[in-house]
Each structure stands twice: as C-alpha cells, then as structure tokens.
T-cell receptor, first 117, second 113 residues
Framework: AQKITQTQPGMFVQEKEAVTLDCTYD???????LFWYKQPSSGEMIFLIY??????QNATEGRYSLNFQKARKSANLVISASQLGDSAMYFC??????????????FGTGTRLTIIP | NAGVTQTPKFRVLKTGQSMTLLCAQD?????MYWYRQDPGMGLRLIHY???????AKGEVPDGYNVSRLKKQNFLLGLESAAPSQTSVYFC????????????FGEGSRLTVL
C-alpha cells in the first residue's frame, strides 16, 4: 500500500530564510510520482512541483526545489528565501496506478508553515 | 478560464437529509476525483472516474455515491447525511497518466448537524 508521511504538523520560519518541509513515502511500485501542493488560507489547492521516480535530477520550480532521495524514500520540499505569502498548508502527495491504469494521488496530512516577518 | 468549478460552496444539512455536490470541468479531462479534507487527515479519496460512464471507489467511499453521465461533470451524492460527513470536499480532474497532476476546484464546505 502507498503511504505518505509528513512528520511536521507546523513550522515557524523567519522571513527570507530557507525552509525544508519533510516528506517520506512508502511504495512497492517502481514507477511513481511525487508532488507538493500548497493550500493557502483561502482553501484552494495549488500545484507546486513534481518529481518522477525515474528522474535523475531533482525538480526545481523557481524558489521551490524537491530534494529527492530515492534510497531513503524521501521527497523534501525546499523553499528558498521564504516570503510572507508562503504561509500556508503544504501537502506532499504520491501518484500510483489504479486498477484502471490511471494515476491516483495519496496525500500526507500536511505541514502548516508560518512565515514570521 | 473556469477550470474546475464546484457547487455549492457551502451547505448545512440536517442528519438524514440528502444532497448532491456538482463538479464541472471545462478542460476536457478524462479523469475526475472527489476528495474530502479533514483536520489532521490530509485529503482522502472518496470516488473517482476514468471517463464518462465509469466510476470507482477510493479510500473512503462509504455513505457516498457518484455519477459521471457527462464527461465534464462528476456528481457526488449523500443519500442520508451523517455528522461524520462534515468536511471540506474537493473535486479534481487530470488529463495525463504521466504526471498525474490534479487540477482542483475551490472546495465545498459541508456541515451536517
């Protein structure tokens, strides 16, 4: 069974500092994808970054990077130079194939990040 | 650019009442999903659909039914609402089997008294 674990319920970080949000996963499938979503207080889910299990390089999207360590089954999100607008709930998710052959996502419980001015 | 639209955004029900949440997407996506979000639980998959006329159970399907009569619409029904179904419901859709990126609606907050 697929499982995502986020062990940090909440984090407080000073503005402009870098922050790492932890995510570990468990799967026996050789092919999978790892995602990070941001959920601000307004409630919508915003896609941030994606890493495929066969990708050789860590994914980067602007200030977001995914520190993918396959042997350790971890997919930590790194936000560089944090901003007040980064305050939100962050979810790590993993895709896997359903019986129909389509991708489904399983989510972690989330980390609430608060940026302090 | 509507994307994924959910209606209603808010609803309060009494135990035993029924209701339907509507999800509409205008991106011609094959795959659609209903999730519920509860504090400390993350998002959990209720039901999903891989195309018009097909549906399948997710992690927490009990107490819910779904229908996908048209490709652009995915309906989530509660036949007899229970307080345990108080939650925020998210609809999502996707087009690719490669990346699995989901496009989410804005959520529907349901309270069952």
């Amino acid at each position: 069974a697929q499982k995502i674990t986020q062990t940090q319920p909440g984090m407080f970080v000073q503005e402009k500092e870098a922050v790492t949000l932890d995510c570990t996963y468990d799967t026996s499938d050789p092919s999978y994808g790892l995602f990070w979503y941001k959920q601000p207080s307004s409630g919508e889910m915003i896609f941030l970054i994606y890493q495929g299990s066969y990708d050789q390089q860590n994914a980067t999207e602007g200030r977001y990077s995914l520190n993918f360590q396959k042997a350790r089954k971890s997919a930590n999100l790194v936000i560089s130079a944090s901003q007040l607008g980064d305050s939100a709930m962050y979810f790590c998710a993993m895709s896997y194939l359903s019986n129909f052959g389509n991708e489904k996502l399983t989510f972690g419980t989330g980390t609430r990040l608060t940026i302090i001015p | 650019n509507a994307g994924v639209t959910q209606t209603p955004k808010f609803r309060v029900l009494k135990t035993g009442q029924s209701m339907t949440l509507l999800c509409a997407q205008d991106m011609n996506h094959e795959y659609m999903y209903w999730y519920r979000q509860d504090p400390g639980m993350g998002l959990r998959l209720i039901h999903y659909s891989v195309g018009e006329g097909t549906t399948a159970k997710g992690e927490v399907p009990d107490g819910y039914n779904v229908s996908r009569l048209k490709k652009q619409n995915f309906l989530l029904g509660l036949e007899s609402a229970a307080p345990s179904q108080t939650s925020v419901y998210f609809c999502a859709s996707s087009y690719s089997q490669d990346t699995g990126e989901l496009f989410f609606g804005e959520g529907s907050r349901l309270t069952v008294l």
